[in-house]
């Protein structure tokens, strides 16, 4: 089952000032980006976050799941939190490098 829009607005409004937030559609799911870097996976209407040592702490008890067939492991985001969300953000930020560009055929 796809992501709703209206999940991927929410979590998108949850972590609102953390910079610029946006979304984009990907393998029929949604991957969040800030400042143009891709933070969260969003499949299922779940928000996911890779296992990185920077968020380790934070969501030490969070759930874990797989967002599709083949992935690692990721820890499951509480979404409503958005204190949370937002920690998770800032310590994410900072260590994720920008995509590099595609090469155009």
């Known amino acids: ?3 709703s829009l209206d999940y991927v607005e929410y979590v998108c409004e ?7 937030v946006r979304f984009r559609k990907m393998f029929g799911d949604y991957m969040v980006y800030v400042n143009d ?3 969260l996976l969003v ?5 996911y976050v890779k296992m990185l040592p920077q968020v380790e702490r934070l969501l030490r008890e969070a ?3 797989t967002p599709y067939d083949g992935a690692k492991e990721h820890y499951l ?3 409503d939190d958005t204190e949370l969300a937002r920690a998770v953000i800032a310590a994410l930020e900072p260590i994720t490098p920008l995509p590099k560009p595609r090469r155009k055929a």
């Open 43 to 47: 499949c299922d209407n779940s928000t």
């Open 1 to 3: 089952m796809a992501s």
């Open 14 to 20: 949850q972590i609102h000032g953390t910079g610029d």
């Open 63 to 65: 759930e874990t799941g």
């Open 37 to 39: 870097k891709p933070l």
């Open 77 to 79: 985001l509480d979404i």
